[in-house]
C-alpha cells in the first residue's frame, strides 16, 4: 500500500506542475489524466504490488546430526513424521543440514557429526525463504536462527530421557618422558535426567593405569575428574583410554581416546652452543606454556654439555638424542652444529642464531602472521633496541619487523614457516634485555616467545583435546548437553512476496501512454501546448 500512496502523490504532484488546481470542464479532465499516467509510471518504477502480500512456501530443514539417535531410536522416526506432515501442510521443499547443506531423500539414520545451522540461514536469506527447521533442540549456532526470514519456525521433537553420563572433554599431555607423572583430566556431563555414580578408568595401550569413583549427577551436571598416574617405560605413542563404568544407556558416549607419545628424552628441549641470557629466558617462557619435561642442555666447552637446573655433564650422545627426538627443540647459537636441523630433527624447530653487527634495530610493527593477536599490541616505543642479522627468509610469515634507527633498512625479526613441521626462525639477539628491564617490556618478552611456543607447539597437541572436544576421538554428537532452541517462531529477516509486481505487468504502461495521448487531445481542444 505504501508504494501505491508514494505513486500517487508523485503522478498529482506532476500533474500540479502544469494545471496548478483547474477549474472545472476539460482542464480538470486533463489534470487527472496526467495524474493517472503519472501514477502508474511511479508505480511501475517502484514495481509496487499488484495484489495481496503472498508469502512463499517455506523449507523444511532436518537436522541430520546423530544426536538424534542419543534420545531413543524412536526420536528420529518421529522426526520424519514431522517433516511428512509439514510437507502435506503446503511446505515446499526438504533440505538436510548439520555438517553441511544439502537436499536429497531423508537418510534411514543420522549422522552428521555437527549440527550447524549458520549455512542454512545464509541459503535462506540469500532468497527471501522462511525455514521450518526440524531438530532435537541441540543446535551448535543457534544465535543465528534470529537471521531467517520472517515466517520461520522451529520444531523441536522430544524424546525418550534417559540416565545418561557421557565423556565431554579428555585433557591430556600430547607427550611425556617414560617414568614421568602423566595428568589426565576427563570432564564427565550428565543427560537431561541426570546420572548415576560410576567410575573412569584410565588406560594406556591396554594397561590399567588409575580409576575414580564420582558420584551422582544432577541434570546437565558436569564434574571434572583428574586422574594421575606413572608413564610406563615402554617407548612408542599408545592410545589413551578412559571409559565410563559401569555402561549406561547410551554406550557411544562412555569412551574417549586421545594418543600420548612416550620417548625417553624431554618432550621439549633448548640447546645451546653458546649459552647467554636470550637462551635461559626463553627456556623459562618454554617451561610456563608446555606440558611434560622440558629441559634445557648448555655447551660451556667444547665436547662438555651441562643439564640446565642441576648443571649435570651430560654425553654429547644424550644431547643429540633429545635434538632428534623432542617435539619441540630450540636450537641457540651454531644452529647447524648438528647437521642440518631439518633434516637431523623430527619435532618442530626454533632457529635462534645470534647475528653479528653492531647497529641497533628497533622493533617497529608485527606482520601479518598467526601471531598477529599476540603481537599488535607490544609497546613498540618503549623496547630496547637488539641485532638483526642480514639473512633473508626463503618464504613464510614475517611476524615481526624491525628498522635500523626506526627509519631505515627493514628486517624481519621473526620468520614463520608453516608445513608438516613448523619451524621458526628468530634472526636476533638481545631479547633479554626485554626481560631484564621490567615492567611492559618483559610482558612483550614473555608473550613474543609464548605466542612463538604456542604456534610451534599448535600441531603436537592436536590430538589432545581441548574442554569440549576430546581431540577427534569423542564423538560430540553422543555427549549429554542442554538443548539450545526452543519449539516456536523465530526471524527477523526480509522475507520474499510472491505478490504480483507492477513491472510484470506491461499494460500498466500501456493505460499510461493512452492518458498521455488522450490529454494531449484535451490540451489542443483547450488550445493550450
Given at each position: 500500500?505504501?508504494?501505491?500512496?508514494?505513486?500517487?502523490?508523485?503522478g498529482?504532484?506532476?500533474?500540479?506542475?502544469?494545471?496548478?488546481?483547474?477549474?472545472?470542464?476539460?482542464?480538470?479532465?486533463?489534470?487527472?489524466?496526467?495524474?493517472?499516467?503519472?501514477?502508474?509510471?511511479?508505480?511501475?518504477?517502484?514495481?509496487?504490488?499488484?495484489g495481496?502480500?503472498?508469502?512463499?512456501?517455506p523449507?523444511?530443514?532436518?537436522?541430520a546430526?546423530?544426536?538424534?539417535?542419543?534420545?531413543?531410536?524412536?526420536?528420529?522416526?518421529?522426526?520424519?513424521?514431522?517433516?511428512?506432515?509439514?510437507?502435506?501442510?503446503?511446505?515446499?521443499?526438504?533440505?538436510?543440514?548439520?555438517?553441511?547443506?544439502?537436499?536429497?531423500?531423508?537418510?534411514?539414520?543420522?549422522?552428521?557429526?555437527?549440527?550447524?545451522?549458520?549455512?542454512?540461514?545464509?541459503?535462506?536469506?540469500?532468497?527471501?525463504?522462511?525455514?521450518?527447521?526440524?531438530?532435537?533442540?541441540?543446535?551448535?549456532?543457534?544465535?543465528?536462527?534470529?537471521?531467517?526470514?520472517?515466517?520461520?519456525?522451529?520444531?523441536?521433537?522430544?524424546?525418550?530421557?534417559?540416565?545418561?553420563?557421557?565423556?565431554?572433554?579428555?585433557?591430556?599431555?600430547?607427550?611425556?618422558?617414560?617414568?614421568?607423572?602423566?595428568?589426565?583430566?576427563?570432564?564427565?556431563?550428565?543427560?537431561?535426567?541426570?546420572?548415576?555414580?560410576?567410575?573412569?578408568?584410565?588406560?594406556?595401550?591396554?594397561?590399567?593405569?588409575?580409576?575414580?569413583?564420582?558420584?551422582?549427577?544432577?541434570?546437565?551436571?558436569?564434574?571434572?575428574l583428574?586422574?594421575?598416574?606413572?608413564?610406563?617405560?615402554?617407548?612408542?605413542?599408545?592410545?589413551?583410554?578412559?571409559?565410563?563404568?559401569?555402561?549406561?544407556?547410551?554406550?557411544?558416549?562412555?569412551?574417549?581416546?586421545?594418543?600420548?607419545?612416550?620417548?625417553?628424552?624431554?618432550?621439549?628441549?633448548?640447546?645451546?652452543?653458546?649459552?647467554?641470557?636470550?637462551?635461559?629466558?626463553?627456556?623459562?617462557?618454554?617451561?610456563?606454556?608446555?606440558?611434560?619435561?622440558?629441559?634445557?642442555?648448555?655447551?660451556?666447552?667444547?665436547?662438555?654439555?651441562?643439564?640446565?637446573?642441576?648443571?649435570?655433564?651430560?654425553?654429547?650422545?644424550?644431547?643429540?638424542?633429545?635434538?632428534?627426538?623432542a617435539s619441540?627443540?630450540?636450537?641457540?647459537?651454531?644452529?647447524?652444529?648438528?647437521?642440518?636441523?631439518?633434516?637431523?630433527?623430527?619435532?618442530?624447530?626454533?632457529?635462534?642464531?645470534?647475528?653479528?653487527?653492531?647497529?641497533?634495530?628497533?622493533?617497529?610493527?608485527?606482520?601479518d602472521?598467526?601471531?598477529?593477536?599476540?603481537?599488535?599490541?607490544?609497546?613498540?616505543?618503549?623496547?630496547?633496541?637488539?641485532?638483526?642479522?642480514?639473512?633473508?627468509?626463503?618464504?613464510?610469515?614475517?611476524?615481526?619487523?624491525?628498522?635500523?634507527?626506526?627509519?631505515?633498512?627493514?628486517?624481519?625479526?621473526?620468520?614463520?614457516?608453516?608445513?608438516?613441521?613448523?619451524?621458526?626462525?628468530?634472526?636476533?639477539?638481545?631479547?633479554?634485555?626485554?626481560?631484564?628491564?621490567?615492567?611492559?617490556?618483559?610482558?612483550?618478552?614473555?608473550?613474543?616467545?609464548?605466542?612463538?611456543?604456542?604456534?610451534?607447539?599448535?600441531?603436537?597437541?592436536?590430538?589432545?583435546?581441548?574442554?569440549?572436544?576430546?581431540?577427534?576421538?569423542?564423538?560430540?554428537?553422543?555427549?549429554?548437553?542442554?538443548?539450545?532452541?526452543?519449539?516456536?517462531?523465530?526471524?527477523?529477516?526480509?522475507?520474499?512476496?510472491?505478490?504480483?509486481?507492477?513491472?510484470?505487468?506491461?499494460?500498466?504502461?500501456?493505460?499510461?501512454?493512452?492518458?498521455l495521448?488522450?490529454e494531449?487531445?484535451?490540451?489542443?481542444r483547450?488550445?493550450?501546448?
Amino acid at each position: 500500500m505504501m508504494l501505491w500512496l508514494l505513486s500517487l502523490a508523485a503522478g498529482l504532484a506532476l500533474a500540479a506542475l502544469s494545471y496548478r488546481w483547474p477549474a472545472a470542464g476539460l482542464p480538470r479532465v486533463g489534470f487527472g489524466l496526467r495524474a493517472l499516467a503519472g501514477t502508474l509510471v511511479a508505480a511501475v518504477t517502484l514495481n509496487a504490488p499488484l495484489g495481496a502480500p503472498r508469502p512463499a512456501a517455506p523449507w523444511v530443514a532436518l537436522d541430520a546430526s546423530a544426536s538424534w539417535l542419543a534420545g531413543g531410536e524412536t526420536r528420529w522416526a518421529a522426526a520424519r513424521r514431522s517433516v511428512d506432515s509439514l510437507l502435506a501442510a503446503g511446505a515446499d521443499s526438504t533440505v538436510l543440514f548439520g555438517a553441511e547443506v544439502r537436499g536429497g531423500e531423508l537418510p534411514a539414520r543420522p549422522s552428521d557429526s555437527l549440527s550447524l545451522v549458520g549455512p542454512l540461514v545464509e541459503a535462506a536469506r540469500a532468497l527471501g525463504r522462511p525455514v521450518v527447521i526440524v531438530t532435537d533442540g541441540r543446535l551448535g549456532d543457534a544465535e543465528r536462527l534470529s537471521e531467517l526470514p520472517e515466517g520461520s519456525a522451529v520444531v523441536v521433537v522430544p524424546g525418550d530421557e534417559r540416565e545418561d553420563a557421557g565423556i565431554a572433554a579428555l585433557d591430556a599431555p600430547p607427550s611425556v618422558v617414560a617414568g614421568d607423572s602423566i595428568e589426565v583430566r576427563v570432564l564427565i556431563r550428565a543427560g537431561a535426567r541426570g546420572s548415576a555414580a560410576g567410575s573412569a578408568r584410565l588406560s594406556l595401550g591396554g594397561r590399567a593405569l588409575a580409576m575414580l569413583s564420582f558420584t551422582p549427577l544432577p541434570s546437565f551436571g558436569e564434574r571434572e575428574l583428574v586422574l594421575k598416574a606413572l608413564a610406563p617405560a615402554v617407548e612408542g605413542t599408545p592410545v589413551l583410554e578412559a571409559i565410563l563404568e559401569p555402561g549406561d544407556a547410551v554406550p557411544q558416549n562412555d569412551t574417549a581416546r586421545a594418543t600420548i607419545e612416550i620417548s625417553g628424552v624431554a618432550t621439549a628441549a633448548v640447546i645451546s652452543t653458546s649459552p647467554d641470557q636470550d637462551a635461559r629466558f626463553a627456556l623459562d617462557v618454554l617451561r610456563g606454556t608446555r606440558r611434560g619435561a622440558v629441559r634445557g642442555y648448555w655447551r660451556v666447552a667444547p665436547g662438555q654439555w651441562r643439564l640446565d637446573g642441576s648443571l649435570r655433564p651430560m654425553e654429547e650422545s644424550a644431547v643429540r638424542r633429545a635434538f632428534a627426538e623432542a617435539s619441540v627443540v630450540v636450537l641457540h647459537g651454531d644452529t647447524n652444529y648438528f647437521g642440518p636441523p631439518r633434516a637431523r630433527s623430527r619435532g618442530s624447530l626454533v632457529l635462534l642464531a645470534p647475528p653479528g653487527g653492531t647497529e641497533d634495530f628497533y622493533v617497529m610493527a608485527a606482520g601479518d602472521s598467526p601471531l598477529l593477536a599476540a603481537l599488535a599490541d607490544l609497546p613498540w616505543d618503549s623496547l630496547p633496541p637488539l641485532r638483526v642479522g642480514v639473512r633473508a627468509s626463503a618464504g613464510g610469515y614475517r611476524a615481526l619487523l624491525a628498522r635500523r634507527a626506526r627509519r631505515l633498512d627493514e628486517r624481519a625479526v621473526v620468520v614463520l614457516e608453516d608445513g608438516a613441521r613448523r619451524t621458526v626462525t628468530v634472526q636476533a639477539s638481545g631479547l633479554w634485555r626485554w626481560r631484564t628491564r621490567g615492567g611492559r617490556s618483559a610482558q612483550a618478552f614473555d608473550a613474543l616467545w609464548g605466542s612463538i611456543f604456542d604456534w610451534v607447539g599448535a600441531e603436537r597437541r592436536s590430538n589432545a583435546g581441548s574442554p569440549g572436544a576430546a581431540g577427534a576421538q569423542i564423538k560430540r554428537e553422543w555427549v549429554p548437553s542442554a538443548p539450545t532452541v526452543e519449539s516456536g517462531p523465530i526471524g527477523n529477516g526480509a522475507a520474499i512476496d510472491l505478490a504480483p509486481r507492477a513491472r510484470a505487468a506491461w499494460w500498466l504502461i500501456a493505460v499510461a501512454l493512452v492518458a498521455l495521448c488522450l490529454e494531449w487531445v484535451i490540451r489542443r481542444r483547450i488550445g493550450w501546448r
